[in-house]
């Protein structure tokens, strides 16, 4: 009885050690032959190309709009913080909202922050002072095209705008400038006004302090 176990033990370490031995074999080498997909649903998937066109709908329109009444994870439910605009849309904002300062952590928080976006997004047109002479806009007066040069920060109409104008301008663009709505989230472009304020009050004089 013992050898028998002995010997049945052996076979299935021969087993094992052989059957290991078969899959070492095998790395390394190719094969030409089609993989094997046991569910084919999840290999050919059928997707949707932009600007294609669908037998399901109706409408034949891949490109779906949303669902009425749907919200975005990172949407801004707040139509002021959103949109820079007043809940009933009779104007823009004046300053920039309390929930937008809050989500920084204050104010001092949100400037920070706005330097750092500020530097990124801003400067290559606007410089580092806001006063539309970056290097985007050096190069455009160079080859003579300084229509493309921005404004400065630091002019009476854009120090007494209200933010929220502001906000709006960065979120779809104005002439020649971009929208950046998609790219800079909600609060960041908050932030990014906040530092244009800073820059404003650092960059005026003694005289125009005083009316700011």
């Known amino acids: 009885m013992t050898r028998y176990v002995k010997i049945r033990t052996l076979g299935s370490a021969a087993a094992v050690l052989t059957t290991l031995l078969a899959i070492s074999g095998c790395r390394g080498e190719t094969s030409k032959d089609p993989p094997i997909v046991p569910i084919r649903n999840m290999y050919n998937q059928p997707r949707y190309k932009i600007q294609g066109e669908s037998e399901f709908f109706a409408d034949r329109r891949m490109m779906r709009p949303p669902v009425e009444g749907a919200v975005a994870r990172e949407m801004d439910i707040d139509p002021e913080v959103a949109t ?35 530097g990124i997004y801003c400067t290559p047109c606007h410089d580092a002072t806001g006063s539309g002479n970056g290097e985007v806009a050096i190069h455009a007066v160079a080859t003579g095209a300084a229509v493309m040069k921005p404004t400065t920060y630091h002019q009476d109409r854009l120090r007494h705008a209200p933010d929220g104008q502001i906000f ?45």
């Open 168 to 212: 709006a301008t960065i979120s779809n663009g104005v002439r020649n400038m971009p929208a950046y709505g998609f790219q800079i989230p909600t609060h960041d472009r908050w932030a990014i006004i906040g530092y244009v304020r800073a820059l404003q009050v650092s960059q005026a004089s003694v005289g125009e302090q005083s009316k700011l």
């Open 84 to 118: 820079g605009r007043l809940a009933d849309d009779s104007a823009y904002v004046l300053t920039i909202p309390k929930r937008a300062i809050d989500s920084f952590g204050g104010m001092d928080k949100l400037v920070a922050r706005g330097r750092d976006r500020y």
